[in-house]
Protein backbone atom coordinates (compact mmCIF):
# COMPACT_ATOMS: atom_id res chain seq x y z
CA UNK A 1 0.00 0.00 0.00
CA UNK A 2 1.10 3.59 -1.00
CA UNK A 3 2.45 5.72 2.05
CA UNK A 4 0.24 8.87 2.22
CA UNK A 5 1.52 11.77 0.57
CA UNK A 6 2.71 14.50 2.01
CA UNK A 7 1.49 17.62 0.92
CA UNK A 8 4.20 19.74 2.07
CA UNK A 9 6.54 17.25 0.36
CA UNK A 10 5.26 18.83 -3.17
CA UNK A 11 7.58 21.60 -3.20
CA UNK A 12 10.15 24.11 -5.26
CA UNK A 13 13.11 21.02 -4.27
CA UNK A 14 10.97 18.83 -7.20
CA UNK A 15 11.76 21.54 -9.85
CA UNK A 16 15.67 22.26 -9.11
CA UNK A 17 17.11 25.85 -10.42
CA UNK A 18 20.14 26.48 -11.05
CA UNK A 19 22.01 28.29 -8.05
CA UNK A 20 22.07 32.43 -8.57
CA UNK A 21 26.11 31.68 -7.32
CA UNK A 22 26.66 29.35 -10.38
CA UNK A 23 25.13 31.65 -12.95
CA UNK A 24 26.39 34.88 -11.23
CA UNK A 25 30.47 33.78 -11.57
CA UNK A 26 29.42 32.56 -15.16
CA UNK A 27 27.53 35.15 -16.55
CA UNK A 28 27.96 38.77 -14.13
CA UNK A 29 30.16 41.16 -16.33
CA UNK A 30 29.95 39.58 -19.46
CA UNK A 31 28.70 41.76 -22.60
CA UNK A 32 25.62 40.96 -23.67
CA UNK A 33 27.22 39.47 -27.50
CA UNK A 34 28.63 37.12 -25.52
CA UNK A 35 25.85 35.49 -23.67
CA UNK A 36 24.63 32.30 -24.87
CA UNK A 37 21.11 32.35 -26.97
CA UNK A 38 18.31 32.32 -26.71
CA UNK A 39 17.94 34.55 -23.27
CA UNK A 40 16.04 36.61 -20.88
CA UNK A 41 17.48 40.14 -20.41
CA UNK A 42 15.92 42.57 -17.89
CA UNK A 43 17.14 46.17 -17.49
CA UNK A 44 16.99 47.09 -14.35
CA UNK A 45 16.41 50.87 -14.63
CA UNK A 46 13.06 50.74 -16.74
CA UNK A 47 12.24 48.11 -13.92
CA UNK A 48 12.55 50.34 -11.09
CA UNK A 49 10.80 52.99 -12.90
CA UNK A 50 7.84 50.93 -13.81
CA UNK A 51 7.60 49.77 -10.10
CA UNK A 52 7.83 53.66 -8.42
CA UNK A 53 5.71 54.54 -11.35
CA UNK A 54 2.65 52.34 -9.93
CA UNK A 55 3.25 52.65 -6.19
CA UNK A 56 3.57 56.60 -6.30
CA UNK A 57 0.36 56.76 -8.21
CA UNK A 58 -1.50 54.56 -6.46
CA UNK A 59 -0.19 56.90 -2.60
CA UNK A 60 -0.95 59.91 -4.79
CA UNK A 61 -4.68 58.79 -5.29
CA UNK A 62 -5.35 57.38 -1.46
CA UNK A 63 -5.49 53.63 -2.58
CA UNK A 64 -3.41 50.25 -1.84
CA UNK A 65 -1.96 48.24 -3.78
CA UNK A 66 -1.05 44.37 -4.20
CA UNK A 67 1.81 43.50 -6.66
CA UNK A 68 1.23 40.24 -8.65
CA UNK A 69 4.14 38.43 -8.92
CA UNK A 70 3.28 35.67 -11.53
CA UNK A 71 5.06 38.16 -14.48
CA UNK A 72 8.40 37.86 -13.46
CA UNK A 73 8.29 35.05 -10.78
CA UNK A 74 11.79 36.39 -9.22
CA UNK A 75 12.26 37.22 -5.34
CA UNK A 76 14.12 40.49 -6.73
CA UNK A 77 11.65 41.89 -8.62
CA UNK A 78 9.27 41.37 -5.68
CA UNK A 79 11.76 43.64 -3.88
CA UNK A 80 11.29 46.29 -6.10
CA UNK A 81 7.53 45.96 -6.19
CA UNK A 82 6.82 46.14 -2.49
CA UNK A 83 9.72 48.66 -1.90
CA UNK A 84 10.38 50.74 -4.85
CA UNK A 85 13.61 51.69 -6.78
CA UNK A 86 15.16 52.41 -3.26
CA UNK A 87 14.30 49.02 -1.35
CA UNK A 88 14.14 51.22 1.88
CA UNK A 89 12.21 49.04 4.51
CA UNK A 90 11.78 52.36 6.38
CA UNK A 91 9.18 53.34 3.94
CA UNK A 92 7.90 50.68 2.54
CA UNK A 93 4.62 51.54 0.45
CA UNK A 94 3.01 47.89 0.78
CA UNK A 95 3.87 44.47 1.76
CA UNK A 96 0.47 42.76 -0.11
CA UNK A 97 1.37 40.55 -2.77
CA UNK A 98 -0.76 37.93 -5.37
CA UNK A 99 0.31 34.46 -6.28
CA UNK A 100 -1.40 32.91 -9.28
CA UNK A 101 0.70 29.09 -7.64
CA UNK A 102 1.84 27.73 -4.64
CA UNK A 103 5.50 27.46 -5.91
CA UNK A 104 5.38 31.40 -6.39
CA UNK A 105 4.06 31.55 -2.45
CA UNK A 106 6.99 29.29 -1.52
CA UNK A 107 9.14 31.46 -3.49
CA UNK A 108 8.49 34.73 -1.24
CA UNK A 109 9.36 33.08 1.72
CA UNK A 110 12.64 34.58 2.20
CA UNK A 111 10.25 37.85 2.35
CA UNK A 112 8.16 36.24 4.64
CA UNK A 113 10.88 35.76 6.91
CA UNK A 114 12.49 39.62 6.24
CA UNK A 115 8.95 41.24 7.14
CA UNK A 116 8.74 42.22 3.81
CA UNK A 117 5.99 40.19 2.40
CA UNK A 118 3.10 40.50 5.32
CA UNK A 119 0.15 39.97 3.26
CA UNK A 120 -0.35 37.47 0.46
CA UNK A 121 -3.48 36.23 -1.60
CA UNK A 122 -3.23 33.25 -3.42
CA UNK A 123 -5.46 34.65 -6.42
CA UNK A 124 -6.45 31.52 -7.98
CA UNK A 125 -10.09 30.19 -7.37
CA UNK A 126 -8.70 27.15 -4.81
CA UNK A 127 -8.50 23.86 -5.84
CA UNK A 128 -9.50 21.87 -2.55
CA UNK A 129 -6.92 19.54 -3.61
CA UNK A 130 -4.19 22.19 -3.03
CA UNK A 131 -5.25 23.73 0.12
CA UNK A 132 -3.10 21.35 2.57
CA UNK A 133 0.05 21.89 0.32
CA UNK A 134 -0.72 25.84 1.06
CA UNK A 135 -1.39 25.71 4.68
CA UNK A 136 1.40 23.47 5.42
CA UNK A 137 4.16 25.08 3.66
CA UNK A 138 2.84 28.29 5.07
CA UNK A 139 0.56 28.66 7.17
CA UNK A 140 1.75 26.24 10.01
CA UNK A 141 5.49 28.00 9.91
CA UNK A 142 4.05 31.58 9.42
CA UNK A 143 0.99 31.74 11.34
CA UNK A 144 0.93 35.62 11.29
CA UNK A 145 1.26 35.75 7.63
CA UNK A 146 -2.16 37.32 6.17
CA UNK A 147 -2.59 34.48 4.12
CA UNK A 148 -6.11 34.74 2.14
CA UNK A 149 -7.46 32.18 -0.38
CA UNK A 150 -10.03 33.14 -3.66
CA UNK A 151 -13.12 31.39 -4.46
CA UNK A 152 -15.85 31.93 -6.45
CA UNK A 153 -18.34 28.26 -5.97
CA UNK A 154 -19.64 27.94 -2.83
CA UNK A 155 -18.19 24.03 -3.05
CA UNK A 156 -14.35 25.47 -3.12
CA UNK A 157 -14.84 27.33 0.25
CA UNK A 158 -17.48 24.68 1.95
CA UNK A 159 -14.31 22.23 1.22
CA UNK A 160 -11.29 24.48 2.11
CA UNK A 161 -13.29 24.96 5.35
CA UNK A 162 -13.59 21.12 6.07
CA UNK A 163 -10.17 20.49 5.48
CA UNK A 164 -8.95 23.28 7.56
CA UNK A 165 -11.48 21.92 10.57
CA UNK A 166 -9.47 18.99 10.14
CA UNK A 167 -6.04 19.93 10.18
CA UNK A 168 -6.61 22.24 12.77
CA UNK A 169 -7.82 18.78 14.65
CA UNK A 170 -5.06 16.64 13.61
CA UNK A 171 -2.47 19.74 15.05
CA UNK A 172 -4.16 20.52 18.16
CA UNK A 173 -3.97 24.11 17.27
CA UNK A 174 -7.18 25.91 17.52
CA UNK A 175 -8.92 28.58 16.22
CA UNK A 176 -5.48 30.51 15.19
CA UNK A 177 -5.32 30.31 11.66
CA UNK A 178 -7.90 33.14 10.56
CA UNK A 179 -6.96 32.89 6.80
CA UNK A 180 -8.70 35.66 5.01
CA UNK A 181 -11.27 34.50 2.07
CA UNK A 182 -11.90 36.74 -1.00
CA UNK A 183 -14.70 35.93 -3.36
CA UNK A 184 -13.80 36.24 -7.31
CA UNK A 185 -16.26 38.45 -9.18
CA UNK A 186 -16.47 38.28 -12.93
CA UNK A 187 -16.70 42.30 -14.22
CA UNK A 188 -16.70 41.23 -17.60
CA UNK A 189 -13.55 38.77 -18.91
CA UNK A 190 -15.64 35.75 -18.58
CA UNK A 191 -12.33 33.84 -17.01
CA UNK A 192 -12.86 33.04 -13.91
CA UNK A 193 -15.77 34.49 -10.74
CA UNK A 194 -19.14 34.67 -10.31
CA UNK A 195 -21.52 37.34 -11.85
CA UNK A 196 -22.22 40.20 -9.76
CA UNK A 197 -26.29 39.49 -11.09
CA UNK A 198 -25.98 35.77 -9.43
CA UNK A 199 -27.59 36.96 -6.33
CA UNK A 200 -27.74 33.66 -4.67
CA UNK A 201 -24.24 31.95 -4.88
CA UNK A 202 -22.74 35.84 -4.03
CA UNK A 203 -24.84 35.85 -1.15
CA UNK A 204 -24.20 32.28 0.48
CA UNK A 205 -20.50 32.75 -0.51
CA UNK A 206 -20.57 35.88 1.28
CA UNK A 207 -22.20 35.00 4.02
CA UNK A 208 -20.75 31.29 4.57
CA UNK A 209 -17.08 33.63 4.82
CA UNK A 210 -18.57 36.33 7.28
CA UNK A 211 -19.35 33.48 9.48
CA UNK A 212 -16.47 31.70 9.41
CA UNK A 213 -15.15 34.65 11.57
CA UNK A 214 -16.59 33.12 15.00
CA UNK A 215 -14.56 29.86 14.29
CA UNK A 216 -11.06 31.67 14.34
CA UNK A 217 -10.17 29.74 11.25
CA UNK A 218 -11.62 32.35 8.36
CA UNK A 219 -12.98 35.41 7.80
CA UNK A 220 -14.21 37.37 4.97
CA UNK A 221 -12.12 40.03 3.10
CA UNK A 222 -13.55 40.85 0.71
CA UNK A 223 -13.59 40.57 -3.55
CA UNK A 224 -11.80 40.17 -6.27
CA UNK A 225 -12.19 41.19 -9.54
CA UNK A 226 -9.72 40.94 -13.02
CA UNK A 227 -10.02 43.41 -16.05
CA UNK A 228 -8.45 41.01 -18.73
CA UNK A 229 -10.11 42.73 -21.05
CA UNK A 230 -8.91 45.32 -20.78
CA UNK A 231 -5.65 44.15 -22.97
CA UNK A 232 -7.55 44.74 -26.19
CA UNK A 233 -8.17 48.16 -25.49
CA UNK A 234 -6.87 51.34 -27.27
CA UNK A 235 -6.78 54.28 -25.39
CA UNK A 236 -7.30 55.69 -21.75
CA UNK A 237 -10.97 56.02 -22.05
CA UNK A 238 -11.52 51.90 -22.99
CA UNK A 239 -8.92 50.79 -19.71
CA UNK A 240 -10.78 53.61 -17.90
CA UNK A 241 -14.46 52.27 -18.29
CA UNK A 242 -13.10 49.11 -17.18
CA UNK A 243 -11.72 49.80 -14.22
CA UNK A 244 -14.83 51.75 -13.37
CA UNK A 245 -16.22 48.29 -14.50
CA UNK A 246 -14.52 46.55 -12.01
CA UNK A 247 -15.00 48.70 -8.89
CA UNK A 248 -19.12 48.49 -9.85
CA UNK A 249 -19.20 45.08 -10.11
CA UNK A 250 -17.30 44.52 -6.69
CA UNK A 251 -19.53 47.62 -5.02
CA UNK A 252 -22.53 45.66 -6.13
CA UNK A 253 -20.78 42.11 -5.12
CA UNK A 254 -20.54 43.91 -1.51
CA UNK A 255 -23.71 45.11 -1.36
CA UNK A 256 -25.90 41.63 -1.76
CA UNK A 257 -24.37 40.12 1.29
CA UNK A 258 -22.33 42.19 3.64
CA UNK A 259 -25.25 43.35 5.85
CA UNK A 260 -24.29 41.22 8.25
CA UNK A 261 -20.81 42.39 8.94
CA UNK A 262 -20.19 43.61 12.16
CA UNK A 263 -19.69 47.62 12.21
CA UNK A 264 -15.83 48.50 12.07
CA UNK A 265 -14.78 45.69 9.81
CA UNK A 266 -13.23 46.95 6.66
CA UNK A 267 -13.41 44.82 3.28
CA UNK A 268 -11.54 45.13 0.11
CA UNK A 269 -12.71 45.73 -3.20
CA UNK A 270 -9.53 44.22 -5.23
CA UNK A 271 -9.96 45.05 -8.86
CA UNK A 272 -6.82 45.46 -11.52
CA UNK A 273 -5.28 44.79 -14.95
CA UNK A 274 -1.81 46.80 -15.75
CA UNK A 275 -4.12 48.76 -18.28
CA UNK A 276 -6.73 48.95 -15.94
CA UNK A 277 -3.84 50.39 -12.78
CA UNK A 278 -1.71 52.00 -15.32
CA UNK A 279 -5.01 54.21 -16.47
CA UNK A 280 -5.15 55.99 -12.98
CA UNK A 281 -1.67 57.99 -13.73
CA UNK A 282 -4.69 60.29 -15.78
CA UNK A 283 -6.42 60.77 -12.93
CA UNK A 284 -3.12 62.15 -11.47
CA UNK A 285 -2.81 66.57 -10.98
CA UNK A 286 -1.39 68.09 -14.33
CA UNK A 287 -3.03 65.39 -16.36
CA UNK A 288 -5.74 67.33 -18.58
CA UNK A 289 -8.38 66.42 -21.36
CA UNK A 290 -10.38 63.77 -19.15
CA UNK A 291 -12.72 66.02 -16.96
CA UNK A 292 -15.16 65.74 -19.86
CA UNK A 293 -15.37 61.92 -20.52
CA UNK A 294 -17.92 59.72 -19.69
CA UNK A 295 -15.53 57.13 -18.80
CA UNK A 296 -13.83 59.46 -15.87
CA UNK A 297 -17.60 60.87 -15.32
CA UNK A 298 -18.22 57.14 -14.59
CA UNK A 299 -15.18 55.96 -12.79
CA UNK A 300 -15.26 58.74 -10.47
CA UNK A 301 -19.24 58.14 -9.38
CA UNK A 302 -17.72 54.81 -8.36
CA UNK A 303 -14.60 55.87 -6.28
CA UNK A 304 -16.93 57.95 -4.68
CA UNK A 305 -19.47 55.55 -4.05
CA UNK A 306 -16.64 53.06 -2.01
CA UNK A 307 -15.62 56.31 -0.48
CA UNK A 308 -19.51 56.85 0.67
CA UNK A 309 -19.79 53.00 1.94
CA UNK A 310 -16.93 53.78 4.55
CA UNK A 311 -15.94 50.28 5.45
CA UNK A 312 -14.73 49.45 2.19
CA UNK A 313 -10.63 49.61 0.63
CA UNK A 314 -10.26 50.07 -2.79
CA UNK A 315 -6.49 47.92 -3.75
CA UNK A 316 -5.26 47.60 -7.16
CA UNK A 317 -3.68 45.06 -8.04
CA UNK A 318 -1.07 44.23 -11.59
CA UNK A 319 1.34 42.54 -12.51
CA UNK A 320 3.19 43.17 -15.98
CA UNK A 321 3.31 46.79 -15.72
CA UNK A 322 6.76 45.82 -13.94
CA UNK A 323 8.17 44.87 -17.43
CA UNK A 324 5.14 45.87 -19.74
CA UNK A 325 5.87 44.52 -23.16
CA UNK A 326 3.96 45.14 -26.42
CA UNK A 327 0.43 44.39 -25.77
CA UNK A 328 0.59 46.76 -22.95
CA UNK A 329 2.53 49.54 -25.11
CA UNK A 330 -0.34 49.04 -27.48
CA UNK A 331 -3.07 49.70 -25.09
CA UNK A 332 -2.27 53.19 -24.78
CA UNK A 333 -3.61 54.00 -21.55
CA UNK A 334 -1.40 56.91 -20.39
CA UNK A 335 -1.54 60.56 -21.82
CA UNK A 336 1.54 62.50 -22.87
CA UNK A 337 2.95 63.48 -20.72
CA UNK A 338 3.13 60.20 -19.20
CA UNK A 339 2.47 57.97 -22.31
CA UNK A 340 4.14 54.64 -22.18
CA UNK A 341 6.25 53.48 -25.72
CA UNK A 342 9.16 51.24 -26.43
CA UNK A 343 11.31 52.71 -23.59
CA UNK A 344 8.92 51.66 -21.03
CA UNK A 345 9.68 47.83 -21.81
CA UNK A 346 11.91 46.27 -19.55
CA UNK A 347 12.42 42.59 -21.16
CA UNK A 348 13.82 41.73 -24.53
CA UNK A 349 14.74 38.24 -26.17
CA UNK A 350 18.21 37.92 -26.98
CA UNK A 351 17.86 35.45 -30.15
CA UNK A 352 20.51 35.28 -32.72
CA UNK A 353 20.73 35.16 -36.54
CA UNK A 354 21.07 31.78 -38.02
CA UNK A 355 19.97 32.35 -41.53
CA UNK A 356 19.04 35.13 -44.25
CA UNK A 357 16.93 34.52 -47.16
CA UNK A 358 17.31 37.53 -49.56
CA UNK A 359 14.43 36.60 -51.82
CA UNK A 360 11.88 37.31 -49.56
CA UNK A 361 13.46 40.16 -47.11
CA UNK A 362 13.34 37.80 -43.83
CA UNK A 363 15.78 36.45 -41.48
CA UNK A 364 16.02 33.00 -39.27
CA UNK A 365 16.43 33.77 -35.48
CA UNK A 366 17.09 30.83 -32.70
CA UNK A 367 14.05 31.68 -30.68
CA UNK A 368 9.90 30.44 -31.16
CA UNK A 369 7.13 30.03 -29.34
CA UNK A 370 9.22 28.30 -26.19
CA UNK A 371 11.53 31.13 -25.80
CA UNK A 372 8.85 34.00 -26.34
CA UNK A 373 5.57 33.18 -26.20
CA UNK A 374 2.26 31.78 -28.43
CA UNK A 375 0.41 34.91 -28.77
CA UNK A 376 0.29 37.02 -31.76
CA UNK A 377 -0.57 40.62 -31.22
CA UNK A 378 -1.80 43.90 -33.27
CA UNK A 379 1.90 46.55 -33.00
CA UNK A 380 3.32 49.35 -35.18
CA UNK A 381 -0.33 49.46 -37.75
CA UNK A 382 0.22 45.45 -38.00
CA UNK A 383 -2.45 43.02 -37.56
CA UNK A 384 -0.15 40.34 -36.23
CA UNK A 385 3.31 39.88 -34.52
CA UNK A 386 5.19 38.32 -32.30
CA UNK A 387 7.84 40.51 -31.41
CA UNK A 388 9.79 43.33 -32.88
CA UNK A 389 13.52 43.79 -33.16
CA UNK A 390 14.87 46.65 -30.90
CA UNK A 391 17.28 49.06 -32.53
CA UNK A 392 20.17 47.78 -30.18
CA UNK A 393 23.74 46.74 -31.62
CA UNK A 394 26.16 45.06 -30.60
CA UNK A 395 28.71 46.93 -29.85
CA UNK A 396 31.68 45.49 -31.68
CA UNK A 397 29.39 44.08 -34.91
CA UNK A 398 29.66 45.54 -37.59
CA UNK A 399 27.31 47.50 -39.55
CA UNK A 400 27.11 46.47 -42.92
CA UNK A 401 24.36 44.50 -43.72
CA UNK A 402 23.53 41.61 -46.28
CA UNK A 403 19.70 42.72 -46.92
CA UNK A 404 19.72 46.20 -48.59
CA UNK A 405 16.82 48.16 -46.31
CA UNK A 406 14.77 51.72 -46.64
CA UNK A 407 13.53 53.12 -43.23
CA UNK A 408 11.30 50.60 -41.80
CA UNK A 409 12.23 47.80 -38.62
CA UNK A 410 12.47 44.13 -38.45
CA UNK A 411 9.38 42.43 -36.51
CA UNK A 412 9.05 38.44 -35.34
CA UNK A 413 6.41 37.83 -38.45
CA UNK A 414 6.27 34.09 -37.24
CA UNK A 415 7.33 31.35 -34.99
CA UNK A 416 7.16 27.99 -34.59
CA UNK A 417 8.66 25.69 -31.15
CA UNK A 418 12.12 26.61 -31.82
CA UNK A 419 12.27 28.80 -34.98
CA UNK A 420 11.53 32.66 -35.72
CA UNK A 421 11.39 34.30 -38.75
CA UNK A 422 12.32 38.29 -38.96
CA UNK A 423 10.63 39.93 -41.41
CA UNK A 424 11.45 43.56 -42.68
CA UNK A 425 8.50 46.08 -42.52
CA UNK A 426 8.74 49.85 -43.74
CA UNK A 427 5.69 51.34 -42.13
CA UNK A 428 7.50 49.88 -38.90
CA UNK A 429 9.56 53.27 -37.92
CA UNK A 430 10.29 52.97 -34.04
CA UNK A 431 13.05 50.34 -34.22
CA UNK A 432 16.03 52.29 -36.37
CA UNK A 433 17.26 50.89 -39.60
CA UNK A 434 19.05 47.86 -38.63
CA UNK A 435 21.02 45.29 -40.92
CA UNK A 436 21.25 41.95 -39.95
CA UNK A 437 23.83 39.38 -41.24
CA UNK A 438 24.22 35.44 -39.92
CA UNK A 439 25.58 35.50 -36.06
CA UNK A 440 24.20 39.01 -35.56
CA UNK A 441 22.55 39.22 -31.70
CA UNK A 442 19.45 40.97 -31.77
CA UNK A 443 16.95 42.31 -28.64
CA UNK A 444 13.05 41.36 -29.20
CA UNK A 445 10.62 43.08 -27.69
CA UNK A 446 7.96 40.12 -26.72
CA UNK A 447 4.20 40.64 -26.95
CA UNK A 448 3.70 39.26 -23.80
CA UNK A 449 6.38 39.69 -21.13
CA UNK A 450 4.92 36.93 -18.80
CA UNK A 451 4.85 33.94 -21.40
CA UNK A 452 7.67 35.13 -23.32
CA UNK A 453 9.59 34.91 -19.62
CA UNK A 454 8.27 31.20 -18.66
CA UNK A 455 10.53 30.63 -21.10
CA UNK A 456 13.64 30.69 -19.44
CA UNK A 457 15.29 29.31 -16.08
CA UNK A 458 17.01 33.03 -15.92
CA UNK A 459 17.11 36.77 -16.35
CA UNK A 460 20.21 38.62 -17.42
CA UNK A 461 19.74 42.10 -15.48
CA UNK A 462 21.54 44.70 -17.47
CA UNK A 463 21.20 48.60 -16.60
CA UNK A 464 21.00 51.32 -18.77
CA UNK A 465 21.76 54.19 -16.58
CA UNK A 466 24.87 52.65 -16.09
CA UNK A 467 28.18 53.70 -18.40
CA UNK A 468 28.12 50.44 -20.29
CA UNK A 469 24.30 51.47 -21.31
CA UNK A 470 22.91 48.48 -20.70
CA UNK A 471 25.33 46.15 -22.32
CA UNK A 472 27.14 44.22 -19.47
CA UNK A 473 25.34 41.72 -17.10
CA UNK A 474 24.93 43.05 -13.52
CA UNK A 475 23.24 40.37 -12.11
CA UNK A 476 21.40 37.29 -12.44
CA UNK A 477 18.05 36.76 -11.12
CA UNK A 478 16.83 32.76 -11.05
CA UNK A 479 13.15 32.44 -11.93
CA UNK A 480 11.08 30.38 -9.76
CA UNK A 481 9.80 26.48 -11.49
CA UNK A 482 6.59 24.45 -11.28
CA UNK A 483 3.50 24.99 -10.05
Known amino acids: MAIPLDPSAVNQSLYPAPSKETLTSLFVDQPLSALPTPGAVLDLAVVKRNCDRMLKTCEALGLSFRGHVKSHKTIELTRYQLLGSSLSLDEQPTGSTCVSTIAEAEGLIPLIREGIVTDMLYAFPMPPSSF ?58 SRAGVHPTELSPLQNMIEL ?52 CEAGDEVTVSVGASPTALVLGNLLQGVEGFDNSTSFAYLQRELKRARDMKRVKIEIHAGVYTTLDLQQVATNVLSVPRAIGLKDIALTILAEVASIYHRRSEALVNVGTTGIGREPGPSHSLENMWGLVSNWREPTHSLGGTVPLNDGGWVLKKVS ?57 HDIWVRWRGW
Open 209 to 260: ATNLKDSGIASFRGVYTHAGHSYSGANPEDAMWSLADEIKCGLDALQVGTEG
Open 417 to 473: QEHGILAWKPTVSSAARLPLEISHKVRIFPQHACIAGSGHGWYYVVDSDQPDGGNVV
Open 132 to 189: PRLHKLLKVPFPDLRLSVLVDKYEQLSSCWELLEGLTSEEGNGSTWNYGIFVKVDSGY
